[in-house]
């Protein structure tokens, strides 16, 4: 890369963030997050920065799932997702908490435990993980069955807010 | 427009292109959105795109003319 190049793309870079009122684009898959305490953003987040991001995680969590799904959370407080490796079992998601594992009568869990602990690398709002999971849940089953760690009880999960 | 929303701690922040038109701006802001999704796949994240009205993971190269892309975050149990 000359050093024309990398101007261009310095300076069109900062288009962008002009773009994005001001605000530097930032990518959460470039850093660490293990120093940040559970159920928080870090240490950098005031209460308002809090509200600012759940309620632009509201809207991009409705615009993922669709006004049907969205409306039916806000409703009954839970989506259930059949699985597709498993017959007979649901998958029960809720926002901000594990998953629960519901078998029809007579179907066996492949699981110890009736909860799944599955969680974000990096802190997320809940309701924008919720809609994330949920395409993990419907579209990608395997990878859910991978890292899932079962739990005997439920509970909040750690790395959204 | 297009865009790219990026989920992260502030909810979402987005890229936004129009695919319609050739100019600077444009050109730029599809390369980093190309780029951005390059990225995250290869540091484990997933990219979902718009269909009708919801999200379906996707897992083919970037194409400018999808309405809409989003990056989920890697999932890790416990």
Known sequence: MTVFDWLRRFLLLDEAAGRRGGAALEL???????????RSAGPDFRREDYRRARENAREVARATL???LWTRVQLQGYLDVPSRRFPGLTYRLR????????????????WPFAYLCINPTYPLPEEEFFAQLYLYVRDRED????????????????RTF | MARLIV??????????WDPTVD?????????????????A???GCAVSRKVGDT?????RPFDPHVEEYQILAPIAGG
């Open chain 1, 28 to 38: 959460p898959w470039m850093h660490r997050w293990h120093h940040v305490p559970k």
């Open chain 1, 66 to 68: 669709g006004e049907r």
């Open chain 1, 95 to 110: 926002i901000g908490r594990r998953i629960e594992v519901r078998c029809a009568p007579g179907v066996e869990s492949p």
């Open chain 1, 143 to 158: 990878e859910v069955i991978r890292v899932a760690a079962p739990q005997p009880w439920d509970q909040m999960l750690g």
């Open chain 2, 7 to 16: 989920a992260n701690r502030r909810g979402h922040q987005v890229v936004e």
């Open chain 2, 23 to 39: 100019t600077r701006e444009s050109r730029a802001a599809i390369e980093e959105a190309e780029r951005i999704i390059r990225d």
């Open chain 2, 41 to 43: 796949r290869r540091r």
């Open chain 2, 55 to 59: 999200h379906v993971l996707d897992d």
